[in-house]
């Protein structure tokens, strides 16, 4: 499965962005997706994840109520929604495919197979 993200882009604090995820195949219904983010000098982390069917979905503490993922299957593209925009949340955005086996795992990297190649997210004060 290749997977092509955007949507990114520079907005001011406080503003939204709503960032998309393309799959190449039909088989991306059966994976759970997941948006990864790396800011400068940070290492990367998990910012959202949800299951192959949309039923189950996890956050980061950072991003709770302020962020919201979902997926269309039928489109084979994943989204997330990310309102109220922090400078902290500046980074480039990713998007894995791949079979956590629960909550603990979205986290995990290496639980994702696939990448897509990431979209520059930039929020000024």
């Known amino acids: 499965v290749q997977l092509q993200a955007s949507g990114g882009g520079l907005v001011q604090a406080g503003h939204s962005l709503r960032l998309s995820c393309a799959a190449s195949k039909d088989t991306f219904s059966t994976y759970s997706i997941a948006w990864f983010r790396r800011a400068p000098g940070k290492e990367r982390e998990v910012v959202a994840a949800v299951n192959w069917s949309g039923s189950s979905t996890y956050y980061a503490d950072s991003v709770k109520g302020r962020f919201t993922i979902s997926r269309d299957n039928a489109k084979m593209t994943a989204y997330l929604q990310m309102n109220s925009l922090k400078p902290e949340d500046t980074g480039v955005y990713y998007c894995?495919?791949?079979?956590?086996?629960?909550?603990?795992?979205?986290?995990?990297?290496?639980?994702?197979?696939?990448w897509g190649q990431g979209t520059l997210v930039t929020v000024s004060s």
């Open positions: 894995a495919a791949g079979a956590p086996r629960g909550p603990l795992d979205y986290g995990l990297g290496s639980r994702y197979d696939y």
